[in-house]
């Protein structure tokens, strides 16, 4: 059974492990790319289900792990594949649900529930099967109340390295960058790494001295879990980095924080956006680029409009064509820029992939002297 944190119910049958869950239950549209879902960090307790109504098709397989672990507490599907079909797979999902211990849920009318968090927003909800199951209803949903809800939550430090580690660039390196690991994808570090960077991946706690100690050409904050109003410790280091004009690009968490950096507040969407299929617009270019997204927060700023921050003028670069939600920002006077989707694509469309280049544009200019002529 399902158990929202509004009473509502939706029962099915077991699906991975068998047990009891509780987290945020959020719904991500994206057709493929559950893999990369399952094991992105930034879904850490969270409750996710798919909208694509068959799961599990193509198995999983050795190569699209965002991060060593699946991190969604739960997982809400309607139709598994009994069996996969892929020349990729290495084994079916549900065994893997079961042996990282994944409580799911299979067969939920899943459009109905998508409809309903979409009208009622994202809510607490629980998963509880075989004996967990049997327990009285009203029980399970005061179990769910009591978990902690997603505002306010400090999640990052659950999911950072503990330690440092280095991705080495492509060929010589033409830069280096200090990557602060919020919950980061394994595909980031790589897209950078493909660009000739040297990427050193640091843990969430790291200091202003930490990211020094490493010589950085540039400074990266990653994606991750949690409510950025909580991220008091990343928005400090950040302005000592906007103060010493070290190139800076953020994404998702990165960009949240950056707006705060920037003295911009952020706010919890009614149910988010999770998908491979976005429509953002780049303001400077007029182009639409179809995105892959993952967040349940955004930046409050006025689009259109040159902002005044500590760090000079500033505006909103990109705009989500759905609802008109900040999807970027950038500096004018500092080296720095952000995006609150994922050009690193994992999974989903490869439009953004430029701004990897704009951030190397960035690191070049500064290196040359160039920076700030924008
Ligand atoms: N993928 C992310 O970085 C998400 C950022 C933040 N936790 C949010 O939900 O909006």
Redesign the pocket.
Known sequence: MLVLEDGRTFRGRSYGAVGRTVGEVVFATGTTGYQETLT?P?YHRQVVVMTAPHVGNTGVNGEDDESSRIWVAGFVVRDPAPRSSSWRATGELEDRLELEGVVGICDVDTRALTRHLRERGTMRAGIVSGAEAARPEDELRAEVVRHPAMAGSALAGEVTTSEPYVVRAHGDPIGRVAAVDL?IKGTTPRRLAERGLEVHVLPASSTFADVQAVRPDAVFLS??????ATAEHQVALLRQVLDARIPFFG???GN?ILGRALGLGTYKLRY?HRGINQPVMDLSTGKVEITAQ?????VDAPIGEELRTPYGRARVSHVGLNDQVVEGLECLDVPAFSVQYHPEAAAGPHDAAYLFDRFVALIRDTQTGKDGAR
């Not at 993952?294 to 955004?298: D, L, P």
């Open positions: 992105d930034s919950g994606n991750g879990p949690g409510d950025p994404i998702c968490f949240q988010g993952n967040h349940g927060f955004a």
